[in-house]
């Protein structure tokens, strides 16, 4: 049975430079038919026995994407502990307490903790988890998910070694049950690897309802490798066409042979070759203001990074990583550059994900390169700006210059926008949001600029603008409806925007 589906008396945005507006859009089995005015519209889906919508003057766009989201992740909220509200140890050890599940044979899972938010800018230590839980394993996840706390029974389950790089220690020398680096990826990898096929379907299907409630219809998925699990990979696999949203599977591995294997496009992106800031891991030239011994670390060498992305573009992969720091930024296009004079690809559009605090003269380097720029306008709106984690961090001077839109869409950098979620919600709106209006001022893109990181710029870095990203005809029925229009509504309060209701291949799979 056909499936038919027309909208009328609405505000068109379709990112269309051809058609910029209109009134009624008609989508036929999941691909747009026409747009174009209200009567127009509206006699031929009557002609053809469509489903007829009458917006009453709402704002439709194409959908929306959130182009970095981890959905394993950020799906585990539905069986872990949210630490986000604390603002002490002692309020995160009552948390994990009073939410435990019964089950003691459960691992005891949090989320979304914060040490900036906590007094004691630390997290709770292995000794103080194992005072609440001696026999029970707890495995804590930063906000950042650059580093996981953990309990002295959690490290013994999984055979931490004392010789692991990236342990924790206090100032005696005992191992505080922090972990980063080899030892976090150790950790992720046990935890990640041991949860049933069951229970990493739920997680996926959880964060796909979040979405698309959200105004989401694609997600750009970044998963396996050292992020969760590649045993997450199949699930996936399987259920993908299944999800009420399109999901563009990132497989952030490096084994380049088994992501030919299943057909992939896209390998790695969001492999880290550095930190964060709030882990003071992300890669400075310069010392961290509140840690002056730490300049944050690279974790691959040059010659590593280039023969993946070499191999990676020899077999016709797009690909790409994560770097934040000026020392990262550097590396990656340094590696991009020598990759590219051993084996030229064209339309690579080589991905480098957050790309926080590049150099003026790295910016035009990505630019000539060819380089797209996956990042999250949210990050510097939640924990940027005077007073923030990230002065603390790097300092009044560095910080003005963090996730610098503007100079990249000025040196001609296609960029998209994304959360990186769970470290900052699903929601575009408060993405276009964030980008219009950054701490500093100086930073700040209009609201049609920022639509673009959300809807056609975000398809264009997964080489999908020809099927989806704007509304014209033949491309894919996707629709995000708004109770106002973000271009004409004041740009403080385009936050404020609700989404009425979510169309994905022409069926509506959202209404508020």
Not at 69 to 77: A, D, I
Not at 193 to 203: G, I, P, V, Y
Not at 476 to 488: E, F, M
């Amino acid at each position: 049975m056909e499936n038919k589906l027309a909208l009328i008396n609405g505000i068109g945005v379709t990112m269309d430079t051809n058609q910029p507006s209109c009134q009624g859009i008609y989508i036929k089995d999941g691909v747009i038919e026409k747009i174009g005015s209200t009567p127009v519209i509206k006699n031929l889906a009557a002609g053809e026995g469509a489903q007829i919508i009458d917006l009453g003057g709402k704002t439709f766009i194409p959908g929306l994407h959130d182009c970095h989201v981890h959905m394993m992740s950020t799906g585990l909220s539905a069986i872990g502990i949210n630490l986000y509200h604390c603002r002490a140890v002692k309020e995160v050890l009552e948390t994990l307490v009073k939410e435990q599940t019964g089950d003691s044979s459960e691992w005891i899972f949090g989320y979304g903790l914060d040490e900036s938010r906590l007094v004691e800018k630390r997290p709770p230590t292995a000794a103080e988890l194992d005072s609440c839980f001696k026999e029970r394993p707890v495995y804590l996840v930063d906000r950042g998910l650059h580093y996981t706390q953990v309990n002295t029974i959690a490290m013994e389950l999984m055979a931490i070694g004392e010789t692991e790089d990236g342990l924790g220690r206090d100032a005696a020398g005992n191992l505080s049950g922090r972990l980063h680096s080899q030892a976090n990826s150790h950790a992720r990898k046990y935890f990640f690897d041991k949860m049933s096929w069951a229970q990493r379907e739920t997680a996926i299907r959880h964060t796909a309802q979040i979405a698309v409630a959200m105004g989401v219809t694609t997600i750009h998925a970044m998963e396996g490798g050292d992020l969760s699990s590649d045993y997450d990979i199949p699930v996936f696999l399987k259920i993908i066409e299944e999800l009420p949203i399109h999901v563009v599977l990132h497989w952030c591995s490096t084994r380049v042979a088994d992501v030919v294997a299943q057909n992939l496009n896209i390998i790695g992106t969001d492999i880290l070759l550095d930190g964060s800031i709030g882990s003071r891991t992300a890669a400075f030239k310069e010392a961290y203001c509140d840690d002056p011994t730490s300049v944050g670390e690279l974790f691959f060498s040059d010659e590593w990074v280039t023969s993946y992305i070499e191999a990676a573009h020899r077999a016709g992969l797009q690909t790409g990583f994560h770097a934040i720091g000026q020392r990262a930024i550097t590396q990656v296009l340094n590696c991009l550059e020598q990759a590219l004079a051993k084996f030229p690809m064209p339309d690579h559009r080589f991905r480098i994900e957050h790309f926080g605090f590049p150099d003026e003269c790295d910016i035009k380097r990505a630019a000539a390169l060819g380089a797209v720029i996956s990042t999250q306008p949210a990050f510097t709106y939640l924990r940027g700006g005077p007073d923030s984690v990230y002065e603390e961090r790097v300092g009044p001077k560095r910080n003005r210059r963090a996730y610098p839109l503007r100079e990249l869409l000025d040196a001609g950098l296609v960029v998209n926008g994304g959360s990186d979620s769970n470290v900052t919600p699903i929601n575009p709106l408060l993405g276009i949001h964030a980008a219009v209006n950054p701490p500093y001022s100086g930073n700040a893109i209009s609201p049609v600029e920022a639509l673009r990181l959300f809807t056609i710029d975000g398809a264009y870095t997964a080489k999908e603008e020809k099927i989806r990203g704007s509304l014209r005809a033949g491309k894919a029925g996707d629709i995000t409806v708004l109770n106002q229009n973000p271009l004409a509504v004041a740009p403080e309060t385009i936050k404020e925007i609700e989404v009425a209701m979510t169309i994905f291949k022409g069926k509506i799979v959202y209404q508020k």
